[in-house]
């Protein structure tokens, strides 16, 4: 039964503004750190946001750092990507990850995270 699930992807055109969502459980729901990534077509799977339950620390990759928000929700067990200033480089499916491990360290890595959606795909074009 655990489970994550993205929602929220959508076409946008370059320069536009999406918000997308993952739900969780009480059992896919992470208490320490949760992560977007993304698999552009092409490329390989990077990690691009994370987020430590406890204080909200986060951190973001060089390629979306300035642009996205990542936030979450704990008592609608929702973790958020709030993309700004879209370009077509960010096209690609987005998935959410939890972790199990109690470590408040939230690396960009996807050895820390145990639990992950289906993905979703955003699509942006110029």
């Known amino acids: 039964q655990a489970q994550l699930m993205e929602s929220g992807g959508a076409p946008v055109q370059a320069g536009g503004s999406l918000t997308i969502a993952c739900a969780g459980t009480?059992?896919?729901?992470?208490?320490?750190?949760m992560a977007w990534f993304r698999q552009a077509p092409g490329k390989e799977r990077e990690a691009i946001a994370s987020?430590?339950?406890?204080?909200?620390?986060?951190r973001y990759a060089d390629s979306v750092k300035g642009r996205f928000t990542i936030s979450q929700d704990n008592e609608k067990k929702t973790l958020y990507l709030q993309m700004n200033a879209l370009q077509p480089e960010d096209t690609g499916v987005y998935y959410c990850?939890?972790?199990?491990?109690?470590?408040?360290?939230?690396?960009?890595?996807?050895?820390?995270?145990?639990?992950w959606g289906q993905g979703t795909l955003v699509n942006v074009s110029s």
């Open positions: 990850a939890s972790s199990r491990s109690p470590s408040a360290d939230c690396v960009l890595g996807s050895w820390l995270y145990h639990d």
């Open positions: 009480e059992s896919t729901y992470s208490r320490y750190c």
């Open positions: 987020i430590y339950r406890r204080d909200r620390t986060t």
